[in-house]
């Protein structure tokens, strides 16, 4: 009796183990940093390093240290931390062109609305992106840049790309949409 529950029980341990299917996992996002494209991500583009490069604020101290100005409309909202990456690459035949994401954890999807829909915080002309990372993202061209603003889940995003070159635009949008697609 007790060899066959052995081996009743060894069945079942096989069989459990052959239906379980091997499929990849996503990283788990632990901080707003984890979202940020590492070095190379997305092709053509390389992480800045030193102190310029980027930062990390986890309270609305480091915060106003990192802005200096405007943090109130992130400490209105919500604030929880905080990370800015600049990455360096090409757009057509233009090359060390700098692009400057800024990731907002603001704690709920309801916060980083209120972040976006701010109205100290207002685009002039704002136009849709082609291929938006969320339903809440616009995108605006100034003389010698474009910039994108979205929210999706507790997180809000600014992306600055200098360049006014039409392909800069495409570009935000390949790095707005790598990061949405890390956003659970």
């Known amino acids: 009796m007790k060899i066959i529950n052995v081996f009743i029980v060894l069945v079942v341990l096989i069989i459990s183990g052959c239906s379980k299917k091997d499929e990849p996992t996503q990283p788990t996002v632990v901080s707003t940093q984890d979202l940020l494209p590492r070095d190379k991500e997305i092709s053509n583009w390389s992480k800045q390093s030193g102190s310029d490069g980027g930062w990390f604020a986890t309270n609305t101290t480091q915060l106003q240290e990192k802005i200096d100005g405007g943090f109130e409309l992130f400490?209105?909202?919500?604030?929880?931390?905080?990370?800015?990456?600049?990455?360096?690459?090409t757009v057509n035949t233009q090359s060390n062109i700098d692009l400057e994401v800024q990731i907002y954890n603001q704690g709920s999807q309801p916060n980083s609305d209120g972040v976006f829909d701010?109205?100290?915080?207002?685009?002039?002309?704002?136009?849709?992106?082609?291929?938006?990372?969320?339903?809440?993202?616009?995108?605006?061209?100034?003389?010698?840049?474009?910039?994108?603003?979205?929210s999706k889940a507790k997180y809000y995003l600014r992306l600055t790309i200098v360049s006014n070159d039409d392909k800069a635009q495409e570009i935000l949008e390949v790095f707005a949409n790598n990061i949405a697609a890390k956003i659970k």
């Open 75 to 89: 400490a209105n909202h919500g604030f929880v931390e905080a990370a800015m990456q600049k990455y360096s690459g």
């Open 118 to 150: 701010d109205p100290n915080n207002v685009f002039a002309n704002p136009i849709t992106p082609n291929n938006p990372p969320s339903p809440k993202a616009q995108i605006t061209k100034d003389i010698f840049s474009y910039t994108m603003k979205y």
